[in-house]
């Protein structure tokens, strides 16, 4: 979830940038009196915030919930524009992560059924959020966590390779 929360720093850091305010102004709209120290650590997703909380400083930033939320969601499960992350399983095979050893395992797999062996076009696949639910569940992680783990490691990019259609695994 550590992904999650900073995304949701960042996006409210963002949105009370856009609207010109500085943390003390903003923290001057809010109802409940917090700290600016407090409100920095919202933005920079080091503290959790409450759902009371959020909508507070939604509502003190002039914006909705639930579209805040939305963006947050689409940022954090749908980096490319068909909502799915291209992972190169010969970045997941050399990876030495204890929790990624059934994805490991299940990346090994997939290029050995591969003539090309491990060719950039064999070794990329692209899942889709459910393929990497089921994926994090099998690694005993959050979701988000697996994303987080993956781009660390460089097994994922922005953008499936051109012409590529692929929505998940097989």
């Not at 995304?7 to 409210?12: A, R």
């Not at 923290?27 to 409450?50: F, H, K, M, P, V």
């Not at 994805?103 to 003539?115: F, I, N, T, V």
Request: with cysteine; hydrophobic share 35%; proline share 4%.
């Amino acid at each position: 979830m550590a992904v999650y929360q900073r995304v949701l720093g960042d996006e409210i850091r963002r949105l009370r940038k856009k609207r010109g305010l500085t943390r003390k102004q903003l923290n001057r709209r809010l109802q409940s009196d917090i700290s600016l120290q407090t409100l920095a650590t919202y933005e920079l997703g080091t503290r959790q915030c409450s759902i009371v909380r959020f909508v507070e400083i939604c509502l003190a930033l002039d914006e909705l919930p639930h579209e805040l939320i939305a963006r947050v969601h689409e940022r954090v499960f749908t980096d490319s524009p068909r909502g799915r992350v291209r992972v190169d399983l010969r970045q997941v095979v050399r990876d030495d992560h204890p929790e990624l050893l059934p994805l490991r395992r299940w990346a090994r797999d997939r290029l050995g059924h591969h003539p090309a062996g491990h060719t950039a076009s064999a070794a990329e696949v692209h899942l889709d959020f459910t393929a990497l639910e089921r994926m994090a569940e099998l690694c005993g992680m959050d979701t988000i966590d697996l994303i987080g783990l993956l781009r660390r490691i460089g097994g994922t990019s922005n953008e499936p390779p051109a012409g590529s259609d692929r929505a998940d695994v097989d």
